[in-house]
Each structure stands twice: as C-alpha cells, then as structure tokens.
C-alpha cells in the first residue's frame, strides 16, 4: 500500500483566515482518525470516521472545527477564523480493525 | 476516563544495550488494546508493537518487547540491542471505543536518545 498521505505538508497562514487539510487514507481501510498534536505532546484525539459517518468529535473540535469523509473515500478538516492556539500537527490516521497507521501529518502555523 | 501515563520524559542508552520504556494506564474495561507507536523526528508515527489485553502472552515484534502486567495496568516497552535508528519518541497509547467509536489515547511520550 501507499500509505496515508497528507496534504499539504506545511501551512502558514494569517490569524482570521480559514484553511483546509486533505488525507487519503490507505484504500481499504474504513475508520478514518483526526488528532492533533503540540509540540513535546502526544496526540490528542479529534474525531473519528467509520466509512462516511462521524462517529465520534472531541470537545476540543470547536464550533470553528468541521470534518467530512464524502463517499468514505478522503477526508478534509476544516479550520474557520484561525487562531494561534490552532498552530500545531494535524495527524491523520486510518484502520480496518485496530492497527492505525499515520500519515505525515499537516503542520499548522498560524501568525 | 481513560488515561495513560508515561513517567519518564527522556530516557538515554548506549547503542547494543536493552532500555525499558513505562507505561500506565487507567481503565474499567476489561478487554481493549495498547500500543507502542515511535515517532523518528520530523517523520511520522509508526506502529511498534500492539497487545490485546484477554492474552496473558506478551507480545514481541524482533527486538522490541512488551510486559503487559493487567492486575497493574502497566504496559512497559523493552528495546533489545539497541540501535541510532531506534532513536525517537515513544508513546504508548490506549485504545477506547465509545458506542462504537474508536479512539487512542495517548501517553505524554518518552523522548529516547542512543548513545554511540
């Protein structure tokens, strides 16, 4: 397999602007996973998608947060009125069962 | 709630000896699964090792072994034959399912240094 792919790999952006992260996971795989990740921490968990149904949304997923798995094929996170406390790793994962496999994740800048 | 611990922030070892990495976690589940995921610097995370908590066996992948003690709910992580590759950071990660959604919960991380 390809693996997880994500895109793009880097962002800056502006405070106030609004930004969106794609990931592709691995094609057989239906649970599809969002975590985010600051500096020196382990990831914390976002939402999670089985097939295109989001099951699951952390209260960290603010009113400024959305997610969608169209089609249960890719998904994009959506990032509105961009904060600084938003800078940070956004990692994608995906599974068939229980051995999630990770994308390179998007680094978010946020100035 | 679920919470996994990892006591050690940085641990160091020199290159061909063994390392034990910690881990705790809290639960009151009685079957679910833990990980190890290692994180190489600036490269993405890669699954070490997984156990499923119902087998009393711990697991081994090669070098990289588990002592999964349940009654405890510790979860250590021990590298044989240490190698400048293995250098990274390690978490240890829990997952929970919720009304039929997964999630992992992650340790803080063990940041591990090899010394030539």
């Known amino acids: 397999d390809t693996g997880v792919s994500q895109d793009p790999r880097h962002k800056i952006t502006k405070r106030g602007q609004n930004v969106t992260f794609r990931c592709d996971p691995i094609?057989?795989?239906?649970?599809l996973y969002w975590y985010r990740q600051t500096l020196g921490q382990g990831p914390e968990f976002l939402t999670y998608?089985?097939?295109?149904?989001?099951?699951?949304k952390s209260r960290l997923l603010s009113d400024r947060f959305s997610a969608e798995r169209p089609k249960g094929s890719f998904s994009t996170l959506e990032i509105q009125r961009t904060e600084q406390g938003d800078s940070a790793m956004y990692l994608c994962?995906?599974?068939?069962?229980?051995?999630?496999?990770f994308g390179p994740g998007t680094r978010l800048t946020v100035l | 709630a679920q919470t996994v611990t990892q006591s050690q922030p940085e641990m160091s070892v020199q290159e061909a000896e063994t390392v034990t990495l910690s881990c705790t976690y809290d639960?009151?589940?009685?079957?679910?699964?833990l990980f190890w995921y290692k994180q190489p610097p600036s490269r993405q995370m890669i699954l070490v090792i997984r156990?499923?908590?119902?087998?009393?066996q711990n697991a081994t992948e090669n070098r990289f072994s588990v002592n999964f003690q349940k009654a405890a709910k510790s979860f250590s992580l021990k590298i044989s034959d240490s190698q400048l590759g293995d250098a990274a950071m390690y978490f240890c990660?829990?997952?929970?399912?919720?009304?039929?959604?997964?999630?992992?919960?992650f340790g803080q991380g063990t940041r591990l240094t090899i010394n030539p």
């Open positions: 639960t009151s589940e009685s079957d679910y699964y």
């Open positions: 994962a995906s599974s068939l069962r229980d051995r999630a496999r």
């Open positions: 990660a829990y997952r929970v399912i919720i009304q039929g959604a997964q999630k992992l919960v």
């Open positions: 094609s057989e795989h239906n649970r």
């Open positions: 156990q499923e908590a119902y087998k009393q």
């Open positions: 998608f089985q097939n295109e149904a989001q099951l699951e």
